[in-house]
């Protein structure tokens, strides 16, 4: 049996970036968060294309992320760790000249003890309360700064999905008088939801993820993904039988009954069973009955002829749609695609 089939288009990626690129002024560089192994996607060759389209700067969760990329795209770009210095990864940052963004003073002070000179960043919490200095503590370690020289001053939005929430507006401005500090040093402060709220949010240097990978709440996104999973079986149930554990779904009518081979196990959750639906070419047919471990059944009687794959996610059915589907959010869907599946890129 051929496996599921994840295609993943670099070119639509790409576009994405660029389109990210051209919201800004030209004065202000696009960067690419590429953690969670660029967002399950596949952190080589998504750094790959977007380093030959021109990105120069990388943001990762954690230091093993770094040194993967690293391995893939060189010695030329910049690559940014989000979880700072933590214990046990100063080998890994020195060995593949990852720049840590120091979260907390004991950071700041234990890097410059070990790692004077070195590139660094400093991460400003400016009212998310999950990474980054406060104001009292960043005064705590000010005259520390001209030896620190850090390359980036950012900070994160909490909000910046929801245009109308006036914490972005706080947090802008907590960053401003924070970051006023370092009047020569480049700042950071928007993710995919701060590019879209206009050109005070932007800064020197954006960090657009989700947009990259063809989620919201970058609207105009070219989809990335296609995930097409193959036909086992296909049966007639009668009426009033019932369909999968539990036998939620009983058919009302004769109905047709196809089996695909991928369930939960790879990533599509159980959550979504009832509300979505897969593809036959342009036909939705819905799923039926619950979602199990590697098998998800499809009532494909309007349809008459069951094609040998039916797709999950495509154009019509994005990360978004599904993640509503499953009361979730497309960045979950995208992060848990799973390992099973055969993977093909679409080069850029
Ligand atoms: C994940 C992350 C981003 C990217 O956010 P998107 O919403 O995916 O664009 C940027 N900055 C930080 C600090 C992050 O954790």
Redesign the pocket.
């Known amino acids: 049996m051929p496996a599921a089939l994840l295609t993943i288009n670099l070119g639509a990626i790409v576009a994405n970036w660029r389109a990210m690129d051209a919201k800004t002024a030209e004065t202000v560089e696009t960067g690419a968060?590429i953690?969670?192994n660029a967002?399950g996607l596949g952190v080589a060759r998504v750094g790959q294309a977007l380093q030959k389209a021109g990105a120069r700067t990388f943001?990762v969760?954690l230091a093993d992320e770094g040194a993967t990329l690293r391995k893939a795209i060189g010695p030329d770009a910049r690559i940014f760790v989000?979880s700072g210095y933590m214990r046990g990864d100063e080998a890994v940052i020195e060995e593949f000249d990852l720049i840590p963004?120091l979260n907390s003073s004991e950071q700041a002070l234990r890097f410059l003890a070990e790692r004077h000179g070195e590139a660094c960043g400093v991460?400003l919490d400016t009212g998310m309360n999950?990474?980054g200095m406060e104001g009292p503590e960043l005064a705590s370690i000010l005259i520390h700064m001209p030896a620190l020289n850090p390359q980036l001053i950012?900070?994160?939005l909490a909000c910046?999905?929801e245009p109308a929430r006036p914490q972005n507006l706080a947090q802008l401005a907590v960053f401003n008088t924070m970051s006023a500090v370092f009047p020569t040093v480049p700042k950071?402060l928007?993710?995919?939801?701060?590019?879209l709220l206009g050109s005070g949010y932007h800064m020197n240097l954006t960090?657009?993820?989700?947009?990259?990978?063809g989620?919201e709440?970058?609207v105009d996104a070219q989809p990335v993904v296609t995930l097409s999973l193959p036909v086992i079986q296909t049966r007639t149930v009668l009426a009033g039988e019932g369909v999968g554990y539990g036998a939620t779904w009983r058919a009302k009518r004769p109905s047709i009954i196809a089996t695909v081979a991928a369930g939960y196990a790879d990533g599509l959750i159980r959550a979504m069973d009832g509300n979505a639906q897969l593809y036959a070419g342009e036909t939705p047919c819905p799923i039926v009955g619950r979602v199990s471990m590697d098998l998800i059944t499809v009532d494909m009687t309007d349809l008459g002829d069951v094609p040998a794959s039916l797709e999950i996610l495509n154009a019509a059915q994005t990360v978004d749609v599904l993640a509503e589907a499953a009361g979730t959010i497309g960045?979950e869907i995208l992060t848990s695609l799973g390992a099973r599946y055969k993977r093909q890129y679409i080069d850029a």
């Open positions: 968060v953690k969670a967002y943001f969760a989000f963004l991460q999950r990474l950012m900070s994160h910046a999905d950071s928007s993710a995919t939801g701060g590019i960090r657009p993820g989700i947009g990259l990978y989620g709440p970058f960045y």
